[in-house]
């Protein structure tokens, strides 16, 4: 860090286990990801070429290789896994993330109908040669997916080996865990929060006041996704404080007005 700051939180090194932030790459240009690294690589754990980007994204293979060096995980977007899946192509799916030499992977299934057995077949298959990360939640807008399933299902990915499971909320954050408004769903976020744990969770939190709802519930070490490149390094500054949304949260209570001790 530039100086020296007395009371703020704790942030583990990287590689990190939870305080995760995942950045998504809509489309970034190597010159673009090469300025990205430059700022935020110290403060970002994991790259997710968002939904089918990555058929059409330029030198994607360059870009994979940067941000890897940068010690970061990669990954394709959960959509292009439901787009390889429902044309029957898993066998050229696990070819393709060899050919890119991938250590991640995504399973999902926001788009499409999938047996959550045959979900968890295929996180277990995957888990055997790549980092998986498995998404809960439907990507339409107005399906609600009861408490009890959201927690059996996470639980169960768990289970056949994902490393984190991702609460669904689109880019836009206007699904999944939120509401069509962008607020959180908190019933079903506390209900998942009783019985999965929480360090196993990344939330999609696209949008500032998500991001700031979740460190105010959580703590500085929630781990966040589908962040935009120009928002890791602001979001950082949410997570330690040093922006007005959590200036207090983390503050010891002798130096806190709103603990009423001063």
């Known amino acids: 860090m530039n100086f020296s700051l ?14 995760l932030t995942m950045m998504m790459d809509k489309g970034l240009s190597v ?12 403060l970002t754990d994991i790259i997710k070429f968002g939904f ?3 058929y059409l994204t330029n030198d994607i293979e360059q870009k994979i290789k940067l941000y890897k060096e940068a010690g970061m995980k990669v990954y394709l977007g959960g959509t292009l896994f439901e787009a390889f899946i429902v044309r029957g192509m898993f066998t050229d799916y696990m070819k393709l993330l060899d050919k890119l030499k991938l250590n991640c992977a995504e399973v999902s299934d926001g788009s499409i109908e999938m047996p959550h057995e045959k979900k968890c077949e295929y996180i277990h298959t995957l888990s055997k040669n790549f980092t998986v990360l498995s998404e809960v939640g439907s990507k339409e807008a107005g399906i ?30 206007t699904v999944g865990i939120y509401r069509s408004n962008g607020t959180a769903h908190t019933l079903l976020i506390n209900k998942i929060l009783a019985k999965v744990d929480k360090d196993s969770i990344l939330w999609e ?51 806190n007005p709103e603990s009423g001790s001063l």
């Open 6 to 19: 007395p009371f703020l939180p704790s942030r583990p090194e990287k590689p990190r286990q939870k305080g």
């Open 31 to 42: 010159r673009q990801v090469e300025d990205f690294l430059s700022a935020s690589s110290s």
């Open 52 to 54: 089918g980007t990555s």
């Open 144 to 173: 609600i997916i009861h408490p009890a399933k959201w927690t059996s299902m996470m639980n169960k990915e768990l289970e056949a080996g994902s490393w984190k499971v991702i609460a669904e909320a689109r880019e836009s954050g």
């Open 205 to 255: 939190a696209p949008l500032k006041p998500q991001q700031v709802w979740f460190l105010k519930l959580l703590g500085p070490n929630v781990n966040l996704g589908n962040i935009a490149y120009d928002d890791v390094l602001p979001l950082e500054t949410l997570r330690l404080g040093l922006r007005g949304d959590t200036f207090f949260s983390f503050l010891p209570k002798e130096l």
